[in-house]
């Protein structure tokens, strides 16, 4: 079965903290995973995916196979990191083809950070 | 980014009535578009997903004949609510990727209220 994890509906860490937001994925194919925020009044946007291995605003995220993990990093927490943050594994349709594939999200993390 | 917007943003109708949402990919062309809907503090749920030119594929347990989805051409999907009731009140949310990859971009949803 195609399914996300995220463990923990809230996470709360100080300003300089360091943030990890866990995900577990369960997939049969070769997973292609992502991290998405929402921030307050806004619409989702994608954070990273596992493909480009880029770290955006500071946040990394490795794909632990072994572990069918996803987590997502930041060493310093900001304020302006509060938001909804969902992981989400791309799952291809019956094509085959990158246009027909879809998402899962996760239940979502929301993550406050306290000054 | 692509931009995906949404319309209306918020309705209000009466229970028993049909409630038609539309989603346009205002800078590109979407031969594949995602309906999703998401509860108060819950994920966002696939609902079907939109083909241009074809039958809408619907994911386990969404009624079909309940919401009606039509892709007519390649910038607009509407999203038809029929016979609303109550328990449909929620937010509804659309999304396409450019065709370029694996990138999913969202609309800003339309929160729909039926009394």
């Known amino acids: 079965a195609q399914r996300v994890t995220q463990p923990e509906k809230l996470l709360s860490v100080f300003k300089g903290a360091p943030v990890e937001l866990k995900c577990n994925y369960s997939?049969?194919?070769?997973?292609?995973l992502f991290w998405y925020v929402q921030y307050s009044r806004q619409r989702l946007q994608l954070l990273l995916r596992h493909i480009s291995r880029e770290s955006i605003k500071g946040f990394t995220a490795d794909l632990n196979k072994g572990e069918t993990s996803f987590h997502l990093k930041k060493p310093f927490a900001q304020e302006e990191d509060s938001a909804m943050y969902y992981c989400a594994l791309s799952v291809r349709g019956l094509k085959g083809y990158s246009s027909a594939s879809k998402i899962i999200f996760g239940s979502g993390t929301r993550l406050s950070i306290r000054p | 980014g692509a931009v995906v917007s949404q319309h209306p943003s918020w309705v209000i109708c009466k229970s028993g009535t049909s409630v038609k949402i539309e989603c346009r990919s205002l800078?590109?062309?979407?031969?594949?578009m995602f309906w999703y809907r998401q509860f108060p503090k819950q994920s966002l749920m696939l609902m079907a997903t939109s083909n241009e030119g074809s039958k809408a594929t619907y994911e386990q347990g969404v009624e079909k004949d309940k919401f009606l989805i039509n892709h007519a051409s390649l910038t607009l999907s509407t999203l038809t609510v029929t016979s609303a009731h109550p328990e449909d009140s929620s937010f509804y949310i659309c999304s396409t990727n450019s065709g370029r990859g694996y990138e999913q971009f969202f609309g800003p949803g339309t929160r729909l209220t039926v009394l």
């Open positions: 800078d590109f062309q979407a031969t594949t």
């Open positions: 997939y049969s194919g070769s997973p292609e």
